[in-house]
């Protein structure tokens, strides 16, 4: 393994030990990891088709000296999921999701820990302090037990009570700061100063910015796998590119990921295996967005916030401090940006990812896809772009605000009556989970996919009895035969359109008073606007909806 760690500020070069934190020369604690690119571009390609697909497949442009197996978890590799639901209600078809809630510990803090620690492990560490707004702290210290090193852990006392527990039942020493984050991690560092511990150093840790890194590199593979390769040809190499994303989406607190990730896309391109690097959209919450501020201000410092507001926790870094600088650098040079959402918009997007899509995320990973929305809806993203977003932790779960009253129907069986009768007392029982006939809704479209979605979203939220129709005379007959109370329905299908179907609706006493909701494709012209005028009770255009938007509709017609 050839590599050196370079001072960002003075350029000297030095070896590379875990444990020094510094510059010899001028005593920067900016420094980064150098690889001789040339030769890993020439090599790894040809080893990675034999080697499994996790971390360690990319060694080569890691720092750590001998691969120790018996600290793995099966850290990396994390799938990338096609997000179809999304891209049908965005009208951006390729959004793909990185799914690192699939880590050891259910958050992309994973790759840090597996790395610095196996670093740390190497170098004699057996005992360390970090602090956290919890899922470094819970993946350090999967990590932690795994090499018997103590961890000590400072988090700040608004961090979930689950978490906490978590980070305890690996046997690490949770120190509860009352404060801010940004305190939180200065009682550590005094902590470790006074007993002379190794202090973990954020985003100006090698091994984590270095671990990082790996998500661009199973991005690009991922990418090449599901797409094929880029139709380029490497000037350098003749053979044929990796695909990388035009962008690459995430929420961020420190902004350590980004570090690491985008460092990853640059090398890949140095090396000649893909030809551009992606726009980065790095999303904070509202109520702590020092860096989004900085960013619409166009300065490359952020000032510090000094009390979050935000239940987020695991975003509430208020001082980003030098990791902000040079990611406006950075975003700079791949025309991409910062942006922001508040803490109702990310629990809005947990619920449409977790009921559109069957992925449930904590809020904090939530906020990168309340953000993809907001980037779409502003035209920023292209609806051809090719996105990923990173999904970068796992709901511990669900907290009960999230969800609010009347979440869970119950069924009591009355002891006495089922001695009796059980039939009965179980009937009885049921008849108050729900009502006997729910709304009746009919689906016309004549795509599968369409009526799919559509489906999807009633049955995620709400109670319907469904019906699907795919030509306009099969709803017709459908509509009277099943006495539906509203009806959803395309405008553009072969034969008979959804205009025809109106006149016919309309001319007959059944069903001229059915409620319609007309989903369309197409941009209606002025002359359509007015044919639909006074026939329909809402218009509502495909690739440019949410889930519970839809429902609202759905929703105030049937009263
Ligand atoms: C750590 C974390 C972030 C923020 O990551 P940074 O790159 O360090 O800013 C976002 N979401 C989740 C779930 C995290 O654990
Ligand atoms: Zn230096």
Redesign the pocket.
Known sequence: MTFTIRCIDCGHKAPFFPTSVSCPRCNSQWREAEYDLETVASNLPLQLPSRPFDLWRYRELLPVRNLNQALTLGEGGTPLIQAVNLGMMLGCPNIYIKD?RQGPTS???DRQAAVTIAALKEAGITEMVVAS????AISYSAYAARAGIKLWAFVTSLVPAVKMREIAIYGSQVVKVTGSYDQAKQVAAEFARQRNLYLDM??RTITSVEA?KTIAYEIAEQLTALRGPSPKISANQSQPLWRAPDWYI???????????IIKGFSELRRMGLIDREPATA?IQTEGCAPMTQAWNEDKDTASPVISPRTHIE??A?GD?GR?YTLLYKLTKENHGTFDSVNDEEAFRAMHVLAKMEGIS??P??A??FAGLFKLVRAGIIKSTDVVVV?C???TMPTEPFLLGENWASSVVLPSRSLEDSPQEGLLAALNRVAPARFPRVAIVDDSEEARRLIRRILQSQGNFTIFEAENGKQALELVKKENTDLIILDLMMPEMDGFAVLDALKTEPQTASIPVIVSTAKELTADEKNKLKGQIQALMQKGDFLSDEFLEEVRALLG
């Open positions: 690192e958050s992309f803090k707004t919890g899922n470094v954020g985003a990082m995430q929420s961020i607190s420190g902004g350590m990921g980004p570090l690491g790095l695991t975003l870094t980003p990791t995320a904590e904090a990973a906020v990168a990173n970068t932790g796992h």
